[in-house]
C-alpha cells in the first residue's frame, strides 16, 4: 500500500505510513505529491467480506451525517475512503523543554496511556476528559435525531483535529458498527470495557452511546476501566456488581461535578443514565467551574 496514490480533490496523493489499524480496516496518511502541506486520511477495508460490508456501511452512513465533530468524506470508492488529516486522541504537556505526548488509544498497561496516566497532572486529564464528553455528546444528540447510534465509541474512534490546542476538536469516528436505535445486532460490535451492556443481552439505544463515552472519560481520568473482564460474560456481570462505581473512587482530587457526570454515564442501567441534553447542560456547568 505504500506509494500508492489516490487522487483526491483533484490531486494526486500518495500514501506515506500506516498510522492505524483495527479489525475491519487500515488507516493511511497520504501526501499530495506537489503540494507536501496537504496531508489526507486513506482507510481502506482489510481483504475479507465482513471488513468490505462494514466499510460500505460506514461510507454509506458518512454520506448521511454533516456535523463538524463526524469526518467529512473527501472521496471514496468502493473499499476507501478518504478524510481530513485527523490523529489518535493525545494528552500534550510541557515536559524538560520539550512537548511529552500520549496516546489514549494505546491501551498497553505497560507501556501506553494506562501505564503514564497517573503521572499526567489531574487539570490536563480533567481538561481532554471535559472537551471530549462536549464534542462527542453533541454528535450522539445529533445522530439520536437520525435513529441511530454509533455503536463503537471507545478511545481509538475518538480523532482529534490538527492545530492548536483552544482550536482542536475531537471527531467521532469508525462509523462501520452504526445500527438503528432499538435494534438488535447479529454481532455485539463494539470494544469490550466500553461498549454498554445491555449490547450483550438486549437491543442499542442511545443512552448506549452515553455509556461508551463515560466509560471512555473515565479511562481518560484514570488510566483505568470502570468494570474489569476478561470476557464478556465477566464483564456484564460486573457492571452489575460494581455497578455505581466513579472516577474518584480511583482519583479522589477529580472535580466533584464531573466525577458524578461520569458515574451516571456508566451506570448499569440505562434509566439511571442522563440524556445527551442532560449531558451537555451539565458539562457547561462544569466548563466553569474547571480553571
Do not use: C
Request: hydrophobic content about 40%.
Amino acid at each position: 500500500m505504500k506509494n500508492k496514490t489516490f487522487v483526491v480533490n483533484q490531486r494526486k496523493h500518495r500514501v506515506k505510513e500506516k498510522i492505524g489499524e483495527g479489525s475491519h480496516a487500515v488507516v493511511w496518511l497520504a501526501e499530495a505529491i506537489f503540494y507536501p502541506h496537504d496531508a489526507i486520511t486513506i482507510k481502506t477495508a482489510k481483504d475479507d467480506s465482513v471488513a468490505k460490508e462494514r466499510i460500505k456501511n460506514e461510507i454509506e452512513v458518512l454520506k448521511e451525517l454533516h456535523h463538524p465533530n463526524v469526518p467529512q468524506m473527501l472521496a471514496r470508492d468502493k473499499e476507501w475512503f478518504a478524510m481530513p488529516h485527523l490523529r489518535s486522541v493525545h494528552v500534550s504537556l510541557p515536559d524538560k523543554g520539550r512537548i511529552a505526548e500520549y496516546d489514549i488509544s494505546n491501551l498497553n498497561l505497560e507501556t501506553g496511556y494506562p501505564h503514564h496516566a497517573k503521572n499526567i497532572p489531574l487539570k490536563y486529564r480533567e481538561n481532554l476528559a471535559i472537551r471530549v464528553i462536549e464534542d462527542v455528546a453533541n454528535v450522539i444528540e445529533y445522530i439520536a435525531s437520525t435513529g441511530v447510534i454509533h455503536a463503537d465509541i471507545s478511545p481509538g474512534n475518538i480523532m482529534e483535529s490538527r492545530g492548536s490546542l483552544i482550536n482542536k476538536k475531537y471527531l467521532l469516528t469508525d462509523w462501520g458498527a452504526t445500527v438503528l436505535v432499538n435494534e438488535v445486532a447479529e454481532e455485539s460490535f463494539g470494544s469490550l470495557h466500553f461498549v454498554a451492556p445491555e449490547r450483550f443481552v438486549d437491543s442499542a439505544e442511545t443512552k448506549s452511546d452515553l455509556y461508551s463515552l463515560g466509560a471512555v472519560a473515565f479511562y481518560i481520568l484514570t488510566g483505568t476501566i470502570p468494570y474489569p473482564g476478561n470476557s464478556g460474560e465477566e464483564y456484564y456481570l460486573n457492571t452489575a456488581i460494581y455497578d455505581g462505581v466513579s472516577p474518584a473512587d480511583i482519583e479522589k482530587d477529580i472535580l466533584p461535578s464531573l466525577a458524578r457526570l461520569i458515574a451516571k454515564l456508566v451506570r448499569k442501567e440505562p434509566k439511571d443514565r442522563p440524556l445527551p441534553e442532560e449531558v451537555l447542560r451539565k458539562i457547561q456547568k462544569i466548563k466553569q467551574k474547571f480553571v
